[in-house]
């Protein structure tokens, strides 16, 4: 698992000078660090530049004092920048070097993003297991990452949706459990916290039930 401190060093051989500034978010400020979990980063270049990957480091590169403009103003010079990315950074970021970001937006940049994504994103994604489901074996394995990720994500965006409150996807895990005690959520926040659980197709359905009560709810 790389670490903040192992990343800016990689990075500071490969370009000298150039990194005025990185900030994390994700699992590592969330309290949701699991043993396959990356290391979410984002980083200022003082001029632009290819950063080189690095396996277990998922990065947004943007030029220094981007973080102080509005999200949508800025051009990512690698990587994927959102509102919810702006709000974790003004929020719960953790600045590892250079000036802590203000990274201005509004909750209803927020609310926004999350609606749309729950349809332009995840919607196409469900649409296409509804249709794979009737022809598989509920009691059959499932793989573990594939599931997690679908489980788990849309609860995220309709905890922030209702609430404006970012939350790990283990966090979400258990509020939607708390919501819909009838699905077995759990069962995917105790395997992404290592537990020995089999996951199935049956486990996938109620993922599947899941996004489907979450879009209603924020309909409503």
């Not at 903040?4 to 500071?12: K, T, V």
């Not at 959520?185 to 089999?198: K, Q």
């Not at 039930?209 to 409503?220: C, H, K």
Request: with cysteine; net charge negative; aromatic share 6%.
């Amino acid at each position: 698992m790389v670490t903040p401190g192992e990343y800016l060093s990689f990075l500071d051989a490969r370009l000298p000078g150039l990194v005025a500034g990185a900030h994390v978010y994700g699992s590592r400020v969330l309290d949701d660090v699991v043993h396959d979990s990356d290391l979410d980063i984002v980083i200022e270049l003082s001029a632009a530049a290819e950063v080189p990957p690095l396996d277990g480091a998922d990065v947004a590169v943007v030029l220094a004092g981007s973080l102080a403009k509005p999200v949508f103003d800025v051009t990512p010079l690698a990587g994927e920048i959102t509102p919810v990315l702006w709000q974790q950074l003004r929020t719960v970021g953790q600045t590892v070097r250079g000036v802590r970001p203000t990274c201005p937006g509004t909750a209803a940049d927020v609310e926004a993003y999350c609606r749309d994504n729950l349809v332009s994103y995840w919607k196409l994604d469900f649409d296409r297991l509804r249709g794979a489901l009737p022809s598989l074996d509920p009691e059959a394995a499932i793989p573990r990452d594939t599931l997690l990720w679908a489980g788990l994500g849309p609860a995220r965006l309709w905890h922030t949706v209702r609430t404006g409150e970012i939350v790990s996807k283990s966090r979400a895990g258990e509020l939607a459990a708390a919501r819909w005690p009838d699905l077995p959520i759990l069962d995917l926040v105790a395997s992404r916290r290592g537990a020995d659980v089999p996951l199935t197709v049956a486990h996938a359905a109620a993922s599947l039930e899941l996004f489907d009560r979450i879009t209603a709810d924020v309909t409503t």
